[in-house]
T-cell receptor, first 114, second 113 residues
Framework: NAGVTQTPKFQVLKTGQSMTLQCAQD?????MSWYRQDPGMGLRLIHY???????DQGEVPNGYNVSRSTTEDFPLRLLSAAPSQTSVYFC?????????????FGDGTRLSIL | GNSVTQMEGPVTLSEEAFLTINCTYT??????LFWYVQYPGEGLQLLLK?????DKGSNKGFEATYRKETTSFHLEKGSVQVSDSAVYFC????????????FGTGTLLAVQP
C-alpha cells in the first residue's frame, strides 16, 4: 500500500519559473491538503480539498494554485516561483470525519528557489 | 478558534531518560487530540491520538492523556532511545465540517547514547 506519494523529492528552481508538485493517494480519501514547513513555523496550510472538484484556501495560499479533478490526485502549482517559497512541502490525506480521522502524510518535496 | 501551544525545543536527553513534551490547547467542545512524529527526512506520522476526555493514547512506549481540567495533552515516555530522536507535533482539528488540523510548532528531541 503506497499511501501518499509525492514527486519530486527535491527540486531547485530559478525565480520566476513555474512548476507543479504532484501528490497522489491510493486510500480513496476525500480530504487532501498541502502544507509548507519552515524552521520555527511548524506546518502551515496552503490549500485543501474536501472532495473531487472542491478546493479552498488555507492559511498561506498566495502564489499557489490547486485543482482536484480526481479523488486520487491533488497537484500544487507554483505560478511564478519566489525565494520566499523555498520550503519543504507536504501533502496529506484523510477520510472525512470532522477532524477525528488522522492525516496521512507523504515524504515531502524539498524545494529551493534561487 | 481552536489553538495549540507546544513547548519549544530542542530537548536533549540521554538514553533511558524520562521524556515529557508539554502541549496545551484551546478548543470549543472536546475535539480529538493528536501527536505526530517526524523522523529526519520523512513526513509526519501519527504517533497516538485520544478522542475524548480522560482517554489515554499510547504507541511505541509513548503515552498522552487527554486532560480536560488542565486543557493539556502532554507526551511522555519512560525510557527514551536514540531511535526516538525526531520532531514531535501536537495537533487538534480546527473545527467545523472539515478535517483541517492545527499543528504546534514542533519540538525537536535529540537522544544521546
Amino acid at each position: 500500500n503506497a499511501g501518499v506519494t509525492q514527486t519530486p523529492k527535491f527540486q531547485v528552481l530559478k525565480t520566476g519559473q513555474s512548476m507543479t508538485l504532484q501528490c497522489a493517494q491510493d486510500m480513496n480519501h476525500e480530504y487532501m491538503s498541502w502544507y509548507r514547513q519552515d524552521p520555527g513555523m511548524g506546518l502551515r496550510l496552503i490549500h485543501y480539498s474536501v472532495g473531487a472538484g472542491i478546493t479552498d484556501q488555507g492559511e498561506v495560499p498566495n502564489g499557489y494554485n490547486v485543482s482536484r479533478s480526481t479523488t486520487e490526485d491533488f497537484p500544487l502549482r507554483l505560478l511564478s516561483a519566489a525565494p520566499s517559497q523555498t520550503s519543504v512541502y507536504f501533502c496529506a490525506s484523510s477520510s472525512h470525519g470532522q477532524g477525528n480521522q488522522p492525516q496521512h502524510f507523504g515524504d515531502g518535496t524539498r524545494l529551493s528557489i534561487l | 478558534g481552536n489553538s495549540v501551544t507546544q513547548m519549544e525545543g530542542p530537548v536533549t536527553l540521554s538514553e533511558e531518560a524520562f521524556l515529557t513534551i508539554n502541549c496545551t490547547y484551546t478548543a470549543t467542545g472536546y475535539p480529538s487530540l493528536f501527536w505526530y512524529v517526524q523522523y529526519p527526512g520523512e513526513g509526519l506520522q501519527l504517533l497516538l491520538k485520544a478522542t475524548k476526555a480522560d482517554d489515554k493514547g499510547s504507541n511505541k512506549g509513548f503515552e498522552a492523556t487527554y486532560r480536560k481540567e488542565t486543557t493539556s495533552f502532554h507526551l511522555e515516555k519512560g525510557s527514551v532511545q536514540v531511535s526516538d530522536s525526531a520532531v514531535y507535533f501536537c495537533a487538534l482539528p480546527e473545527g467545523g465540517a472539515t478535517n483541517k488540523l492545527i499543528f504546534g510548532t514542533g519540538t525537536l528531541l535529540a537522544v544521546q547514547p
